[in-house]
T-cell receptor, first 112, second 113 residues
């Protein structure tokens, strides 16, 4: 049963703490992406990776970090430097650039 | 609950009617387009895609139309069902440039019984 999993579904943290969101895919996709979704806005790209051990900043990378040590995993760390971290975070993957992206179920992060 | 979708344009249709959801895309260089469906609290689900060498593409109960002249994309859903209720948004990309998808904010579809 192939797909993308994100965990946890809901995450609560205190301000000033770093938190890592998990994203795993068993679709054998090369490319993986992290987006942030806020009410009334389109998805905004945080980071993307087209191949293992390589990743690039998206439009809103400040305050976030990623790693891509394995093809199937692309964790996102929301650092204390991110000024407004409360949001719905979506991970996606695709066979390659310019192919349809398949999304995970999302993680809702609330920082208080 | 899921707060994504607040203040989105809403399309209300009767169950069994056809739905048409529109999207104006922004980049004249975009040549690849995708429609996604997002239910409350869930990740977006791929519906259908189309490349710029086509004007129309059909799937199961869905049709996407592309008008490059006016940079307009539409999604038609035939015989709309209650399970079609969701937020629908389009995405565009230029395959000749560096990676970049631009996502629309979406339209909420409400199916009335």
């Amino acid at each position: 049963d192939g797909g993308i999993t994100q965990s946890p579904k809901y995450l609560f943290r205190k301000e000033g703490q770093n938190v890592t969101l998990s994203c795993e895919q068993n679709l054998n996709h090369d490319a993986m992406y992290w987006y942030r979704q806020d009410p009334g806005q389109g998805l905004r790209l945080i980071y993307y990776s087209q191949i293992v051990n390589d990743f690039q900043k998206g439009d809103i990378a400040e305050g976030y970090s990623v790693s891509r040590e394995k093809k199937e995993s692309f964790p996102l760390t929301v650092t204390s430097a991110q000024k407004n971290p409360t949001a719905f975070y979506l991970c996606a993957s695709s066979i390659g650039e310019h192919y349809e992206q398949y999304f995970g179920p999302g993680t809702r992060l609330t920082v208080t | 609950g899921e707060s994504v979708g607040l203040h989105l344009p809403t399309l209300s249709v009767q169950e069994g009617d056809n739905s048409i959801i529109n999207c104006a895309y922004s980049n004249s260089a975009s040549d690849y387009f995708i429609w996604y469906k997002q239910e409350s609290g869930k990740g977006p689900q791929f519906i259908i895609d189309i490349r710029s060498n086509m004007d129309k593409r059909q799937g199961q109960r869905v049709t996407v139309l592309l008008n490059k002249t006016v940079k307009h994309l539409s999604l038609q859903i035939a015989a709309t069902q209650p399970g079609d209720s969701a937020v629908y948004f389009c995405a565009e990309a230029s395959t000749s440039g560096t990676y970049k998808y631009i996502f629309g904010t979406g339209t909420r579809l409400k199916v009335l019984a």
